[in-house]
């Protein structure tokens, strides 16, 4: 795979082509491509039933994207959680942006299935 060196921490994945990421968005449920700010950006909606769910989701994006050096927009409010994913350092939308989407999906179950705690 031919890489784009931006900085000496982190290679940037070659380019997809539209139907390489049609294919990797049909696997990440809930989530679209968006363009905004002219560029293209993998965003999703996550509702919550309370303020606590937000904050504990958003603090588990958090660590993932400590975690894996690779940070997301996040826009919350009460019972909602906007992440935006795409690789800021050369404005496009990378294999690794459908990854964190994915994760995001999985922290998203994780946070519903403990549902009882948050009452």
Same mark, same amino acid.
């Given at each position: 795979?031919?890489?784009?060196?931006?900085?000496?921490?982190?290679?940037?994945?070659?380019?997809?082509?539209?139907?390489?990421?049609?294919?990797?968005?049909?696997?990440?449920?809930?989530?679209?491509?968006?363009?905004?700010?002219?560029?293209?950006?993998?965003?999703?909606?996550?509702?919550?039933?309370?303020?606590?769910?937000?904050? *504990?989701?958003?603090?588990?994006?958090?660590?993932?994207?400590?975690?894996?050096?690779?940070?997301?927009?996040?826009?919350?409010?009460?019972?909602?959680?906007?992440?935006?994913?795409?690789?800021?350092?050369?404005?496009?939308?990378?294999?690794?942006?459908?990854?964190?989407?994915?994760?995001?999906?999985?922290?998203?179950?994780?946070?519903? *299935?403990?549902?009882?705690?948050?009452?």
């Amino acid at each position: 795979m031919n890489n784009i060196v931006v900085n000496q921490e982190e290679p940037i994945q070659k380019l997809l082509t539209q139907k390489e990421k049609n294919i990797l968005l049909n696997n990440i449920p809930g989530w679209e491509i968006i363009h905004e700010d002219s560029m293209n950006k993998l965003m999703r909606s996550f509702t919550f039933e309370n303020f606590s769910q937000v904050l *504990a989701f958003t603090q588990l994006i958090e660590n993932l994207a400590k975690q894996e050096n690779h940070h997301p927009v996040i826009k919350s409010s009460w019972g909602k959680v906007t992440i935006y994913w795409w690789t800021h350092a050369i404005h496009v939308i990378q294999e690794k942006d459908f990854q964190m989407a994915e994760a995001c999906n999985n922290l998203y179950d994780k946070i519903l *299935a403990e549902e009882d705690l948050w009452g």
